[in-house]
């Protein structure tokens, strides 16, 4: 039986990485998915081609997430193809990691457009576009619970995240759509494993319960669930999807 045929659904970044398993899932249980990329066509074409292989419609649609004029184009486009818009799932990030002392005013700017004003620009079409009964997933990271050096501007970004959601969920409850932030830990992604030694992999999955890094299909799983009728009575709240990291 699959729990979400019917439903149309935008996943922010899902050319690759969480983004892309997370579109399949939601293909795989029956949703109507739109494949959101910033410069990674082809990533996305192939994700989209994925999710049609399992006999479920797809398109891709290219916006910079921290551009607001693109955001609404995007979902000026999603609405006009399929009428409306009932879930956004709100994946797409970026993670530089470096001491705080060594963060340029770029860098600190770059992670604050994309992860924060990103966010915020698709809430803000959401909160008047979103179908009655829809939900609003955002993403945070586990890292605002385990605090590392080199993460500063980026926990910083992910707990205004955390934030807004809390907010945004009390802003748009009275039409019945529910809105959560998961947080995953440490997963098997280009964003994750970049420039990090075996040891520095090995310490980080020691961390888990389950002693291992997560992969994408088990940040995948819990969206599927908490964007299902079954987790309609759950808003406002903050999940932590790390294996019982933090
Ligand atoms: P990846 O780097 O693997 O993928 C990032 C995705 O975001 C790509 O699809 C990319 O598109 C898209 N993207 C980047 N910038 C923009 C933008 N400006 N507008 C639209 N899309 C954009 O990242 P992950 O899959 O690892 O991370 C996904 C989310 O999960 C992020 O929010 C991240 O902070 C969070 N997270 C990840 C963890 C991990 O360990 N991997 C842990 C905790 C949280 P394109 O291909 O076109 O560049």
Redesign the pocket.
Known sequence: MKTLTGKIILV?????????AVAHKLGAEGATVVV?????KE??DNTVAAIRELGTEAMAVQ????KSDEVKRMFDTVIAQYGRIDVLVN?????LYKLIKDTTDEDFDRQFA??VK?TFNTMREAATRLADNGTVIN?????TRLLLPTYGP?VAT?GAVEQMTRVFAKEVGARGINVNVV??????????LNGKTQEALDRLASLSAFNRI?E?DDIAKVVAFLVSDDAKWISGQNIGANGGMA
Do not use: H, M, Q, W
């Open positions: 922010t970044g899902a050319s690759r990485g969480i983004g892309a959101n990329y910033a410069g990674n990533a996305a916006a910079d997430v921290s994946n797409a990030g970026i993670l994309i992860n990103g993403f945070s990271s586990s890292t980026y992910k947080s995953p830990g440490p997963t098997n992604t280009e964003l994750f997560g994408p």
